[in-house]
């Protein structure tokens, strides 16, 4: 399963350094910044210096200009804002929603890409970004003392995505013959890496994106959606259909809906 | 039960600020450092900085010329050595240990004060201090690159204790009314927690069952849906919006949708 993390205008170089260091301690090494404060802030001395080792994260890391283009590949978004929004994702604990994610059962297919946001330091994520997402993971803290690191918010969730993965234990002994094999089989030390059906090919975050936009055109061309008063209606119907995890072939199903209802009525049009 | 964070000979300003911050982001509010490079180091700038609002814990905290100074009234002291030394304590994951820790069991008393002891970032911890420690805490990391910043390490700890503790009781008697206003509210980024929005009230079966009707109808209408050859697509939707677990609004909003599709575009209705 491919993992990423994104920053979403970041702005301090030693927090960029951080996150690639807490990455890669725990394994991961796809990193996106998405309109970072400084262009360069790759190759800055401090980002360096606080990513320690992890240069290679830094070098193989992108600058991209949306939140789209840092998304191909991913099928389910994580957001890590701590404010929960009205018509928002659903707000999980960290270690309970890896769990459920990972949970093997038909009905939960794996996601292929999961992608970890993280809004700027000062403002944190936009509503729009956020309502995108599959959840919201809220980082247990103190009531009265909330302010989490950037790069240590990073820390603790790749060390509990990484824990969810199974650790290192389980991959350091694990025998690719065996893996393999164990997708046939029923070896229970891999049972849990394995979903016991076939999976449904998800629907990337990009082909959901696309299919939000065609149901707003419709929408409004229906008179359903006022653009001038649009209600959260857009941030509702994506949620519902964040939650069901939509497989390629719905989403084009539900293209075909959205293409179709702003056609006259067959039955009219013989009028 | 007391706990403790105890920073032997930190040559870091920068860690002694970001062990602060995650300590208090944690709830913990008791540091000692033994030895520091810096004399001065509480009140250093990028020691400050790094603490960003937790300066309090610093204002408090003491420097000791000796470990045994630092460990008034701790009865367990856990090393974060990475490397296992011979005849030392028993290396084991945080996690792990922590349950056994707590575990109610009469055969394990829970500990009046347990202490964190965390080497330089250059040697890490003696033998001797290890030696003395009633556990080596092993975070699990790469084994191709375990280098965990000191502030991030601390981090993880004090997280993983705190869900071990309980996490914060307060969340759970947190009422709905607080929480929406706190919603609306300009909360920075990863900031307090806020818990989860009230439940939805899930549809029923029945409700279900009428949302399918109707959409049956009007995809018929619209000319979406052959009944001659309906080509499983109501059981397609079907399941789409079974794995949204809709609530009762949602299902009102889809029915709208519906609803607006039969219509003739409104633009076209005022011909």
Redesign the interface.
């Given at each position: 399963m491919k993992t990423r993390f994104v920053l979403i205008q970041t702005s301090h170089a030693g927090n960029v350094g951080?996150v690639a260091?807490?990455m890669?301690?725990?394994?991961f090494d796809d990193l996106v910044l998405v309109n970072p404060r400084f262009e360069n802030v790759l190759r800055r001395e401090e980002t360096k210096q606080?990513a320690?080792?992890?240069h290679d994260v830094l070098e193989s890391a992108r600058v991209v200009k949306s939140l789209e283009d840092a998304l191909d590949g991913m099928t389910h978004l994580c957001a890590?804002?701590?404010?929960?929004?009205?018509f928002g994702p659903?707000?999980?604990y960290p270690?309970e929603h890896f769990q459920a994610l990972l949970d093997p059962s038909p009905?939960t297919p794996r996601p292929d890409g999961v992608a970890f946001l993280f809004?700027?330091?000062?403002?944190?994520?936009l509503n729009e970004d956020v309502y995108r997402c599959h959840v919201a993971l809220?980082?247990?803290?103190?009531?009265?003392?909330?302010?989490?690191?950037?790069?240590?918010?990073a820390?603790?969730l790749a060390?509990e995505w990484?824990?969810a993965l199974g650790?290192?234990?389980q991959e350091?002994h694990q025998d690719p013959i065996q893996a393999s094999s164990a997708a046939h089989s029923a070896i229970p030390a891999y049972s849990s890496f394995e979903p016991p059906l076939p999976e449904r090919a998800l629907a990337s975050a990009q082909e959901i994106a696309g299919l939000m936009t065609h149901w707003q055109d419709s929408?409004t061309?229906?008179?359903?959606l006022d653009p001038q008063a649009p209600k959260k209606?857009m941030p509702?119907?994506q949620?519902?259909?964040?939650?069901?995890?939509?497989s390629k072939e719905?989403v084009h199903?539900?293209r075909?809906?959205a293409k179709?209802?702003?056609?006259?009525?067959?039955?009219?049009r013989i009028d």
């Open positions: 951080g260091r807490a890669k301690v725990m394994g606080r320690s080792g992890a890590t804002a701590m404010t929960p929004r009205d659903p707000t999980r270690r009905a809004g700027s330091e000062r403002f944190g994520m809220s980082i247990p803290t103190n009531p009265q003392f909330g302010s989490l690191n950037l790069a240590s918010a820390q603790v060390y990484r824990l650790g290192f234990e350091a929408l061309q229906i008179g359903f209606l509702r119907l949620q519902i259909f964040n939650r069901s995890d939509l719905e199903i539900l075909g809906v179709q209802m702003v056609l006259q009525n067959p039955i009219k």
